[in-house]
């Protein structure tokens, strides 16, 4: 199952947050192309967005820091989004990352 579970998550100091797991499913993984639309839609949220992988935190604003781990198909990550509108870009980034991505490869 490529989408799995939300969670609302509530850190030190009464910050909220939501994230969710997902598997890259796009064929290539996070290469050049997949990275920069990422970035792109990440910049375009108002929350900050989050990209857990092995235990490392990534600013999905960044592409450099996107491409530097070299996130392959099949692979589970967490995207995490906390901020003003997280719930509505933390289904943005979800959909970005599951569709628009595997489309762009078409």
Known sequence: NLYKKCVIIRM???VFMVRQ????CN???FHIRPVTIIADA???CTSKVT???????INA????NLLSFGIKKGTDI???CEGE???EDLEKMVDVILHKLEKEEE
Request: avoid cysteine.
């Open 61 to 64: 604003r960044s592409i450099l």
């Open 51 to 57: 990209i857990h992988y092995e235990h490392n935190q």
């Open 42 to 44: 990440a910049s375009g």
């Open 21 to 24: 797991t997902i598997t890259v």
């Open 12 to 14: 030190t100091g009464g």
């Open 27 to 29: 064929s290539n993984g």
């Open 78 to 80: 967490i995207v995490e």
């Open 85 to 87: 509108h997280e719930q």
